[in-house]
């Protein structure tokens, strides 16, 4: 998310409109994958670190709660810029379903893990598919 605030920081920055005198305020919706990033880089193939799932890495990002409670959560932000670009203002809501089958959008990885542990959470064990997980904060940054 830090890294995500400053790119949204940086897109108000570029909109004409920053330090006009206009306030002015747009929405960004996007995926955040909490929990870390997969190791490796994404070479399938290799037999070495460089696959994800020879990596340490990866097994950190698995085996973290805050990867399966939240995961890759969609997270809609409003910005709003203020006093001449001098203020901005971001506003973040968080939604998320508890469904640990592989979907659309998500990491390979992290469908493949799913594909496994989402079938025995859900089809073996009749796990819950229809929790929700949602959240708002905010967050203030005085630009000089």
């Known amino acids: 998310m830090v890294k995500r605030e400053a790119l949204l920081i940086q897109k108000a920055k570029d909109d004409p409109r920053y330090g006009t005198g206009q306030d002015f305020e747009f929405s960004d919706r996007h995926v955040v994958g909490f929990g870390g990033e997969i190791g490796g880089s994404k070479n399938w193939s290799a037999l070495d670190r460089t696959n994800p799932i020879l990596n340490s890495k990866t097994y950190d990002v698995a085996t973290n709660p805050l990867t ?51 079938f025995f959470y859900h089809d073996v064990f009749g796990g819950n598919s229809n929790m929700q997980t949602t959240a708002s904060w905010s967050s203030s940054h005085w630009m000089q």
């Open 68 to 118: 399966w409670s939240v995961r890759n959560a969609s997270i809609t932000s409003i910005v709003s810029v203020h006093d001449n670009g001098n203020y901005i203002y971001i506003e973040n809501y968080l939604y998320d379903t508890w469904d640990l089958s592989a979907q659309k959008g998500r990491p390979l990885l992290y469908n493949i893990i799913s594909g496994t542990g989402g």
